[in-house]
């Protein structure tokens, strides 16, 4: 039943080895987006692809880039991990269109040793 | 000023009970809102969108205040499965159609 489903749940890395998260999306929405939360803080968004358009956040560090290579799949690459990039990374996705709701994953737990 | 703001809690309410909720907005052209509930270490997940009316879903009540600027949840009959962190979410589509503003969550402990 789930519907955005985020993989792996948990992801343990080396400071400054690459890693890359996935999503994916039954919904058919075309708007994917990357949150990074940390405890007991407000999800950040990173950055939302409206279908292959890019957006993102002028605070987004250039360690994160994301790729979207279909309308059901999305990742998002850490190039070069430190120890600050710990934190739960979430996906979401909403249709398109002003006054719609977010659906979640998961979420993907990265810890960095 | 913080775009979103929370009380964060904890409310410790006993089982039955009524709580109420605030989150205030900054931004007056705000236009859709939305409660979330995140258990801890889940992922957020969609309560209820908040209408300008005002909309009631079982025991949970949404408002929408625009002159003060702010949304609030109403938990009717407080449930033990009701205890999580309770995240406000506004979006102005002139800073984005896509740019969805979460609050710091207010969080909810139902006692026994």
């Known amino acids: 039943d789930a519907m955005v489903i985020q993989n792996p749940r948990y992801q343990v890395t080396q400071f400054g080895k690459p890693v890359t998260l996935s999503c994916s999306q039954t919904?058919?929405?075309?708007?994917m987006y990357w949150y990074q939360q940390k405890s007991s803080q407000a999800p950040k968004l990173l950055f939302h692809?409206?279908?292959?358009?890019?957006?993102n956040e002028a605070d987004t560090p250039d360690n994160f880039q994301s790729r979207r290579p279909n309308t059901s799949f999305c990742f998002l690459d850490i190039r070069s991990p430190g120890l600050g990039d710990a934190a739960m990374y979430l996906c979401a996705t909403s249709r398109g269109g002003s006054n719609q709701p977010q659906h979640f994953g998961d979420g993907t737990r990265l810890s960095i040793l | 000023r913080k775009e979103v703001e929370q009380d964060p809690g904890p409310f410790n309410v006993p089982e039955g009970a009524t709580v109420a909720f605030n989150c205030t907005y900054s931004n007056s052209a705000s236009q859709s809102f939305f409660w979330y509930r995140q258990d801890c270490r889940k992922e957020p997940k969609l309560l209820m969108s908040v209408y300008s009316s005002g909309n009631e879903d079982g025991r949970f009540t949404a408002q929408l205040n625009r002159a003060s600027q702010y949304i609030s949840l109403l938990i009717r009959d407080s449930k033990l499965s009701d205890s999580a962190t309770y995240l406000c979410v506004v979006n102005n589509p002139a800073s984005g159609t896509y740019k969805y503003i979460f609050g710091t969550g207010t969080r909810l402990k139902v006692l026994a």
């Open positions: 919904l058919n929405h075309n708007v």
């Open positions: 692809y409206y279908d292959k358009d890019f957006n």
